[in-house]
């Protein structure tokens, strides 16, 4: 452990209950526990518990904790919505949230998941509850994330219930400092950002401050260029002429771009009231085209939103496009439309290349918001995790999907001691336990190691089995500590309880491994007891 003799006599004083043992400067068996048992024993640091990052990079530099269909606290199709959805996605310290808008009776705009049997609210309840949950966790900025289905006239209503009830923590125009590249989650503090369709610049919001916006619709217009295959269907030289053609006839929009070959166009358009659009500053939401064309097109303030298989696609096939488009424009991804279940995909694939706002249902217990919630126990808590250099600066070519990567590799060593008073199963009052650990990260560094099975024993099992792991890219490595009930090969294996963070908060030395049940609850006291060391080589 690293610690001094001064650490040590502070500890002894702090902890030995026995007056004698402790004039001795020694801990009585009693005295240990009680320091094993303490705060300061567990695994996660006790630094990572505070905002220690630089919080003073762009806003897309960061990982951002991102939830998807906010409102929803059971399935997609039919399940309720509930207020209680985004309050307790903030107190979990989720910094971006879903609003699914529609038109309301009596000119209340209503939040729904559209053409579903979900419930309703009105949209002005739930704006009301982030109002009062937003910097409850962390004081850096919560983007507002609009699915907006409504009519310019009750767009105006969204508008002033959004300046009305935030008021000043509401971000209504650039930033001085910020007129044309993005602001640091620094600079943001204490803000509120809406993401949403936007017509006009920067400069002309700026100038229309304090005019009367009433009834002052604007046409929105979008136009999709697609290839037939979702980025992969040309070639490179074949885009590039593709864009030389789209830049040459933008002014003139012309109908049709003939000469290039399997080029379908479409576009759509949206009245949206200007009152609305002008409250959307650094978060403009912009269709996601191909990363050429963001290249040539994106401004700073656009954000993109990809499902989750087109963006399986790109990062598999495109990666270094893909992180090259990520360390500079904030990207969004989300489930697939498939996920009825309010199921969950695994983030890591995503946050591998970059991608700062990876949405989950956060509703959903299991795997994925496991990591989601071990990642973001990083940085105080605070929804916002600075991305590591590999991911910012693309001329280190990076690439996740390599079976080698030539940076700084950690070797890890962990020894599962024992268990102290591990839940007992549902299903059985003396189960067979077992401890599973797992790390996630880059591809090569995903791997799975387990202890043997203890028999009848989950209040005090002895395990004393030590495992290594080589971890290629520590930076982005989470590992999960899981214990499960065997229950046979039929039934299968039954989580007790499991915890997750990221590898570099890890503590070394002789270290207590807290316990979280599915659903996320505190298991204390049940917990492993370590030994953790590692090295980088």
């Given amino acids: 452990m690293e610690i001094d003799h001064s650490d040590s006599e502070e500890i002894i004083n702090k902890y030995e209950p026995i007056a004698e043992v402790k004039g001795e400067r020694q801990m009585s ?42 409102y929803l606290i059971s399935d997609q199709i039919l399940g309720p919505s509930d207020i209680w959805g985004y309050v307790s996605a903030l107190v979990k310290g989720c910094r971006c949230l879903e609003i699914d808008c529609w038109d309301g009776s009596q000119n209340e705009p209503i939040v729904y998941h559209g053409y579903t049997f979900t419930s309703k609210l009105l949209f002005k309840t739930v704006v009301q509850a982030i109002n009062k949950y937003a910097f409850v966790t962390s004081d850096y900025p919560v983007v507002l994330s609009l699915e907006n289905h409504c009519s310019p ?48 610049t920067l400069s002309e919001t700026h100038e229309r401050i304090g005019t009367d916006k009433s009834g002052q619709v604007l046409e929105w217009k979008e136009v999709i260029y697609e290839d037939g295959d979702e980025d992969s269907g040309m070639d490179p030289e ?16 012309p109908s049709t771009l003939s000469g290039v070959t399997g080029v379908k166009k479409r576009k759509r358009k949206m009245k949206i009231a200007m009152a609305l659009s002008d409250l959307v500053i650094y978060t ?19 954000t993109s939103s990809i499902g989750e298989s087109r963006a399986r696609k790109l990062s598999k096939l495109r990666v270094h496009e893909f992180i090259f488009h990520t360390a500079a424009f904030i990207t969004r991804v989300y489930p697939k439309m498939m996920r009825a ?60 999907n390599e079976p080698e990567y030539d940076g700084h590799p950690i070797t890890l060593t ?97 270290r207590r491994v807290p316990l979280f049940s599915k659903s996320g609850a505190n298991l204390e006291p049940s917990s492993l007891f370590t030994y953790v ?5």
Avoid at 238 to 253: H, N, V, Y
Avoid at 376 to 388: A, E, M, Q, R
Avoid at 533 to 537: L, T
């Fill in 284 to 302: 403009k939401a912009e269709k996601f085209q191909n990363f050429q064309y963001s290249r040539l097109y994106q401004q700073f303030n656009e």
């Fill in 238 to 253: 074949t885009w590039d002429d593709f864009l030389s053609r789209i830049k040459e006839e933008k002014e003139a929009d």
């Fill in 414 to 510: 962990i020894r599962i001691i024992s268990g102290i008073q591990l839940p007992v199963s549902s299903s059985s009052s003396t189960p067979d336990v077992v401890v599973i650990i797992e790390v996630y990260g880059v591809p090569n560094d995903h791997v799975k190691q387990q202890t043997r099975v203890v028999k009848n024993n989950a209040f005090s099992p002895k395990w004393n089995e030590t495992f290594t792991f080589i971890i290629q890219v520590p930076e982005l490595a989470l590992i999960r500590f899981v214990v499960e009930t065997q229950q046979g090969l039929l039934a299968g294996n039954e989580l007790l309880g499991q915890y997750t963070l990221p590898v570099l908060c890890m503590n070394k030395g002789y």
């Fill in 29 to 70: 068996i009693e005295g240990f526990a009680r320091y094993m048992f303490s705060s300061e024993c567990l695994l996660f640091k006790e630094n990572c518990k505070t905002v220690y990052q630089d919080m003073n990079h762009p806003l897309s530099d960061y990982f951002i904790s991102s939830s998807h269909n906010t």
């Fill in 533 to 537: 060391w590692y090295f980088r080589e």
């Fill in 153 to 200: 006239g009750q767009q105006e209503v969204m508008a002033s219930i959004l300046q009305n009830t935030f008021g000043d923590f509401l971000l209504s125009d650039m930033l001085e400092e910020f007129p044309d590249t993005l602001p640091s989650p620094e600079a943001l503090k204490f803000k509120i950002l809406v993401k949403n369709r936007k017509v006009g």
């Fill in 341 to 400: 279940d309010s199921s969950n995909f695994n983030p890591q694939e995503f946050w591998n290349v970059g991608c700062q706002m990876v949405a989950l249902n956060f509703q959903t217990p299991g795997l994925p918001m496991d990591l989601q919630n071990g990642k973001f126990l990083d940085n105080g808590g605070s929804g916002y995790i600075l991305k590591p250099d590999i991911l910012r600066d693309t001329t280190l070519g990076f690439n996740p």
